[in-house]
């Protein structure tokens, strides 16, 4: 079975300023995939970013890019010249690449919080 | 954007009662999944549900729970009997192909059982 963790409760950051959030995720698989999903308060879970495992750049999308270290088993998300918007919570999540379900395993967040 | 819906957004209801919450995934997707998030807790999964049968489930997805699809558009999860600790926000989700595509979420049924 996968494990997802995820060390920092709660984070803060000044707006404008950089923050990188860290997860580390447990597998015996070669094929997978990583996520980071932005919960809001309204509680919707959006996709911020997505990682294949047999890629070995680095994901970017627009103000957001992820740390991927496979060896480590290590996939942080930082975020640059952070929002106010960007305050939410963040999970990180693990997909096996299987003919089952391809269920995702979350991590059990990170609480971000911008301040102006 | 093609997106994930849910109904409804919120319900509340008496333990024991039997609850229906209803998810239209989007529509060229063929992976659906419940997942749930008790307050303050990580998301789990619940059930996926591929080709008209459950591919996957977890512990959680006992013989209280079921999901359907009756008319190939809406993807249904049906509580039975309530329990207390059901309340949770249930989230709906859908996958286009095996090929490991994103799994996209709709924005949740919170349901409160009192």
Redesign the interface.
């Known amino acids: 079975a996968q494990t997802v963790t995820q060390s920092q409760p709660e984070m803060s950051v000044q707006e404008a300023e950089t923050v990188t959030l860290s997860c580390t995720y447990d597998t015996s698989e070669s094929n997978y995939y990583l996520f980071w999903y932005k919960q809001p308060p309204s509680r919707q879970m959006i996709l911020v970013i997505r990682q294949e495992a047999y890629k070995q750049q680095n994901a970017t999308e627009n103000r957001f890019s992820v740390n991927f270290q496979k060896a480590a088993k290590s996939f942080s998300l930082k975020i640059s010249d952070s929002q106010l918007g960007d305050t939410a919570m963040y999970f990180c999540a693990f997909m096996k690449l299987d003919n089952a379900g391809n269920m995702l395993t979350f991590g059990g967040g990170t609480r971000l919080m911008v301040k102006p | 954007e093609p997106e994930v819906t849910q109904t409804p957004s919120h319900q509340v209801t008496q333990m024991g009662q039997e609850v229906i919450l209803r998810c239209v995934p989007i529509s060229n997707h063929l ?1 659906f ?1 419940w ?1 749930r ?1 008790i307050l303050g ?5 619940l ?4 080709n008209n049968e459950i ?2 489930k977890s512990e959680i997805f006992d013989d209280q729970f079921s999901v359907e699809r009756p008319d190939g558009s809406n993807f249904t999860l049906k509580i039975r009997s309530t329990k207390l600790e059901d309340s949770a ?1 249930y ?1 709906c ?1 859908s ?1 286009q192909s ?1 090929s ?1 595509n ?7 049924s ?1 349901l409160t059982v009192v």
């Open positions: 992976y999944y997942y998030q807790q990580k998301v789990e999964f059930v996926s549900f591929y591919s996957e926000m989230f989700a996958k095996t490991g994103t799994i996209y979420f709709g924005e949740g919170w």
